[in-house]
């Protein structure tokens, strides 16, 4: 059988129904982790009630209200990323190691009187990298007859492949077929180039092969870059209130790489497949983030606070690409087919629109003596109201796929400072983040979508500490922060497909130099 290229056209993805986003492209943009100046870093974030820091801005903005003094810091430093995979007895590891730039930003306190029931006026910019997407992971080991060569065969059979389709997508050419949209827009485009390729067989059923071994890599760059402006009260010394705005840029790269070393029926050795995928996200969001603190006792520091922050309004922008090949013993060629070659690579572009939850934020902190400070917080976001849209603001298909596999997380933060000189302190915090997907969260195989898979995300433990010291201008502070979770991944969809254990971790290193004046 001569083997020829299959020609998909430009009405295969005008036809697709918009279910170009699940939950796994949506969570990219959801959620923060804890980065700013070095003393908020090493209190883990706590400072919602305590204020008195440019990052607090991003948490409660009344807290920029407690400054009665301008402020400038800037902060930079270096991190480290690490994965560490185990598959059926197979660990791999990887670790990248890049320095980076976490935050600027400036207060600027205006004093309205001390007998005026408004004692300040305060505004004040911030910028930091709000997430980091930097990461490396790697995986494999044995498959005893599993094969994501199956998925595919299984997903070209719910389509409804027969025998003259299977025929038809193999020799194209030959028959000199036009895929019409009518025809061609039930099959998805993955099973489609696993037929093209042989990877999917037909005898009676879409069939698909017996795998012997496989290696995932992937490799993830860019972040979410937050700028917050902000305008903040001191109403009598006792009341702060806040606004931010915040605006984000967002930017996502993701390369993988999956291959099988294969088996034929008679457990022989049956060659090899490999299919490469390239994702991009990048768009611009804007919200508004409102706060309180109260001093509810006049003769005691103590101070409660809430903030909320609206939703993260998103105008989004994704493109792809996969590439797939084959050197299947069982047939006489080796094969090699590239998305973008068999379509307009307009058609891999697409536009639309995400709303990320509701944000409520309870905040407390009070201090001892003037020697240590305590902040706490908690935070809760419910993951799987999020919205995808059209940009003409219709429900996108995979809204179902965000309200199945997410839900709400719980985040909890407390934080310490205590003075060890008059110029020096100590400080240490702790976060917690429960679990964003559901246990039984998978990735489906739509019609667009050229990658099988996933990585249910658990829950998160960040530990801090850090030091600073204070001047009478000037102002420096070190923290350090070990960020660490675990996953569970999976190359592909199958009931029994082992979950690859993955053990997540990050190590951060902040220094702060800031002036107030």
């Avoid at 791999?92 to 400036?106: I, L, N, Y």
């Avoid at 489609?192 to 760059?221: C, H, Q």
């Avoid at 047939?331 to 509701?358: E, F, G, H, K, V």
Wanted: hydrophobic share 35%; proline share 2%.
């Amino acid at each position: 059988m001569i083997k020829k290229k299959m020609l998909v056209v430009a009405g295969l993805m005008m036809s697709m129904v918009a279910t170009a986003q699940n939950a796994y492209d949506a969570q990219i943009a959801l959620g923060s982790e804890l980065n700013g100046t070095a003393r908020f870093i090493g209190m883990g974030g706590a400072m919602g009630a305590l204020g008195g820091d440019i990052s607090v801005m991003g948490t409660n903005p009344a807290g920029i209200g407690i400054y009665r003094r301008n402020d400038f810091s800037i902060s930079f430093g270096a991190n480290n990323t690490a994965t560490e995979s185990a598959f059926k007895g197979s660990s791999m590891k990887e670790d990248r190691t890049k320095a980076s730039f976490d935050q600027v930003g400036f207060v600027y306190s205006y004093k309205v009187g001390n007998e005026t029931s408004l004692r300040y006026v305060n505004f004040g910019f911030n910028y930091h990298k709000s997430k980091n997407f930097n990461r490396l992971f790697s995986m494999g080991g044995m498959l005893n007859g599993l094969s994501q060569s199956w998925q595919l065969a299984q997903e070209m059979d719910n389509a409804g492949m027969n025998e003259t389709v299977y025929d038809e997508i193999w020799n194209a050419a030959e028959y000199n077929i036009n895929p019409y949209q009518k025809y061609w827009n039930q099959y998805p485009v993955l099973g489609i180039m696993g037929t093209d390729m042989g990877v999917v067989d037909f005898y009676d059923g879409a069939l698909g092969w017996p795998g012997y071994s496989n290696r995932f890599y992937s490799e993830e760059k860019g972040g979410i870059s937050q700028y917050d402006f902000n305008v903040a009260f001191n109403i009598e010394d006792r009341v702060y209130v806040g606004a931010t705005l915040g605006v984000y840029d967002l930017k996502y790269d993701r390369y993988s790489s999956y291959s099988e070393e294969l088996d034929n029926d008679n457990g022989k050795e049956n060659g090899n497949y490999s299919l490469e995928n390239y994702y991009r996200l990048e768009g611009t969001g804007v919200d508004l983030k409102l706060g309180v603190i109260v001093r509810p006792f006049e003769e005691s520091p103590f101070r409660v606070g809430l903030a909320i922050h609206t939703p993260t309004w998103y105008d989004l922008s994704e493109s792809y690409n996969a590439t797939m090949s084959s050197d299947i013993y069982a047939y006489d060629d080796a094969y090699t087919t590239t998305l973008s070659d068999n379509l307009d690579p307009t058609y891999t572009i697409y536009d639309y629109r995400m709303q990320t939850p509701w944000k409520f934020n309870i905040n407390a902190g009070t201090t001892f003596a003037g020697l240590v400070a305590l902040g706490a917080e908690y935070e809760y976001q419910d993951y799987s109201s999020a919205k995808l849209e059209d940009v003409e603001g219709y429900e996108l298909g995979g809204q179902s796929s965000v309200e199945a596999n997410l839900k709400g997380v719980h985040t909890f933060r407390v934080g310490m400072e205590a003075r060890l000189a008059p110029q020096v302190s100590l400080r240490a915090g702790y976060n917690y983040s429960s679990a964003m997907f559901n246990k039984d969260a998978y990735n489906a195989l739509e019609v667009y979508r050229t990658n099988t898979d996933f990585n249910n995300i658990q829950e998160r433990n960040t530990l801090t500490c850090g030091l600073g010291y204070r001047g009478n201008v000037i102002y420096a502070d070190l923290a350090y922060k070990y960020d660490m979770y675990k996953s569970e991944f999976y190359a592909f969809d199958d009931l029994d497909l082992p979950k690859t254990n993955v053990d997540n971790t990050r190590h951060q290193l902040v220094f702060t130099l800031g002036a107030q004046f």
